[in-house]
Nanobody, 119 residues
Framework: QVQLAESGGGLVQAGGSLRLSCAAS????????MGWYRQAPGKERELVAG???????YYADSVKGRFTISRDNDKNTVYLQMNSLKPEDTAVYFC?????????????WGQGTQVTVSS
């Protein structure tokens, strides 16, 4: 199993920056990709950014040019650098790990970290 520990959320003014961290532990060899989702009150959970083990990245259109996902394989940690933050970025951000089908498939989720952007 994989355990995910998120950190870095907080309160920031519009235009500011935050960096979220997600430290993975456990059977990390079974992970094929990791990503960040977010969910605001009354809205559906959406995929913000993802990164595969090979380094391919994905970004939602709403965050392209502002957010950057990266990883440090030696530390088993994934980061989400968030710049030029907007009030509409306010949400709970969840780290997720996608498991390879050879390991049984399925996803693991972190506990979530709150990001609040003030006007």
């Amino acid at each position: 199993q994989v355990q995910l520990a998120e950190s870095g959320g907080g309160l920031v003014q519009a235009g500011g920056s935050l960096r979220l961290s997600c430290a993975a532990s456990g059977d990390t060899d079974c992970s094929s990709a990791m990503g960040w989702y977010r969910q605001a009150p009354g809205k559906e959970r959406e995929l913000v950014a993802g990164i595969t083990n090979g380094g391919s990245t994905y970004y939602a259109d709403s965050v392209k040019g502002r957010f950057t996902i990266s990883r440090d394989n030696d530390k088993n940690t994934v980061y989400l650098q968030m710049n030029s933050l907007k009030p509409e970025d306010t949400a709970v951000y969840f780290c997720t790990s996608m498991t390879r089908s050879s390991c049984g498939g399925g996803d693991y989720w972190g506990q979530g970290t709150q990001v609040t952007v003030s006007s």
